[in-house]
């Protein structure tokens, strides 16, 4: 009954991104359940009423550039995927490094250390940014 299944997987512009990406680890015996899948504690911040717009900030904060003229990680990463889907390992490697490199990635786990305080009575199985 996909009435049960989280707004954010169903209502979000990637959901068949995402429902591919769910479809592969089924495939892959990652899943062997989908209910059993979102019931679990991790879950719970998928059912947040504000997850859809914390995904949103996270997607801006990935389309900004490192600097000026540059394309962004998002960008490289939308053109390796539309040059071939799959993509290399040594250039996997590669935009891993230049995400850790990025300012991009500090500006997202500040937001989301934010986020998991200011709603830590709501999603208290996540560690915060002091437990880490």
Request: proline share 4%; glycine share 4%; charged share 30%.
């Amino acid at each position: 009954d996909l009435r049960h299944l989280p707004e954010a997987v169903v209502s979000t512009q990637s959901t068949g991104e995402y429902m591919n990406s769910l479809e592969e680890r089924f495939d892959g015996g990652l899943i062997t359940d989908f209910f059993q899948y979102f019931r679990e504690p991790w879950s719970l911040i998928l059912y947040h009423d504000r997850f859809a717009e914390l995904r949103e900030e996270i997607k801006e904060l990935l389309t900004q550039p490192n600097n000026p003229g540059e394309e962004s990680l998002s960008e490289k990463v939308c053109q390796l995927v539309d040059e071939d889907l799959a993509i290399e390992e040594k250039t996997k490697l590669a935009l891993f490094k230049e995400y850790n490199d990025s300012l991009a990635k500090q500006s997202i786990e500040n937001r989301l250390f934010s986020y998991l305080s200011y709603n830590k009575y709501h999603l208290p199985h996540y560690a915060g940014r002091n437990m880490a």
